[in-house]
Nanobody
């Protein structure tokens, strides 16, 4: 059974940092590209960051670029999203997602439709 389990969310003050984790089981994580998305109340799910299957390519949405680092440890089947200098507008449920990308080692994907498997999400709340 394929599972993605996010953790690391919580209630933090503006200016704080968080590191979200996504543990992938039931599939070969090193064959997958990974993305992080978020969804705030009343809004559509939006792209945050993406990383290629071997970690060589990364991309960030403009609103987090410079405050965010996406990474992965294929040996641990785990992806990470570190956010610093958090703002109240970062408040959302954060989701990790994966898609098979074995033949595309450097490809990254930014659309929700590009991904075939999603986690349940972890809540991040940033107070002002």
């Amino acid at each position: 059974q394929v599972q993605l389990v996010e953790s690391g969310g919580g209630l933090v003050q503006a200016g704080s940092s968080l590191r979200l984790s996504c543990v992938v089981s039931g599939r070969t994580f090193s064959h997958d590209a990974m993305g992080w998305f978020r969804q705030a109340p009343g809004k559509e799910r939006e792209f945050v960051a993406a990383i290629s299957r071997i970690g060589e390519s990364k991309y960030y949405t403009d609103s987090v670029r410079g405050r965010c680092n996406i990474s992965r440890n294929n040996a641990k089947n785990t992806g990470y999203l570190q956010l610093v200098s958090l703002k109240p507008e970062d408040t959302a449920v954060y989701y990790c997602a994966v898609r098979w990308s074995m033949n595309y080692s450097f490809s990254i994907y930014m659309a929700t439709a590009d991904y075939d498997t999603w986690g349940q999400g972890t809540q991040v709340t940033v107070s002002s």
